[in-house]
């Protein structure tokens, strides 16, 4: 009978693993103060995501700067000092817009998962007495119930998150390649 249980187990935890949600059903239990957080999140994300570009733009006015230093020193210095405050800026709103994102969605993802939690246990205690004596055990619900909103949880907090800062990294970057290269094409047909 271990065998039959170990074998039945195994198969139904195969099926769940099939079982597949779409992306906004991931937000079902959230409320107004979630969709709020949600925002402030992603506004956070997508200025987390834009400051990698902005810094390389930044880095390359700094190497022509010092590039031209060597045949104007006293007007590179001026420039260096001003590109210096521009990084200082630049690092301080990465570091807040990044604490944003994540304070904000680790947030939303732990109070939407003990909803969800909260449902699952429900939905448990609704079953059948019968249920408990046959087919589940107080160790498998704990389980299942922690595994499930962990998936979940980290679904909500740290993967939605990278998903909305990689596109507008990749964006940015991609149109600041695009001007430098047309400002060096330009520059070659002079």
Known sequence: MDQEGSKNG??????????????????????????????????????????????????????????????????????????????LYLGFATLVSAWIEMACWMHTGERQASKIRLAYLRAMLNQDIGIFDTEASTAEVIASITNDIIVIQDALSEKVSGYLACPIYKYMLVSALYSIHEKELLISLK
Request: glycine share 6%; charged share 20%; with cysteine.
């Open 10 to 87: 195994h198969h139904e935890g195969e099926e769940r693993k099939d079982q597949k949600i779409s992306f906004f059903k991931l937000f079902a239990f959230a409320d107004a103060w979630d969709y709020v957080l949600m925002a402030l999140g992603s506004v956070g994300a997508c200025a987390h995501g834009a400051s990698l570009p902005v810094f390389f733009m930044f880095f390359g006015k700094l190497v022509d700067i010092v590039a031209v230093a060597s045949i104007y020193p006293a007007s590179a210095s001026h420039k260096v000092a001003k590109y210096a405050l521009e990084f």
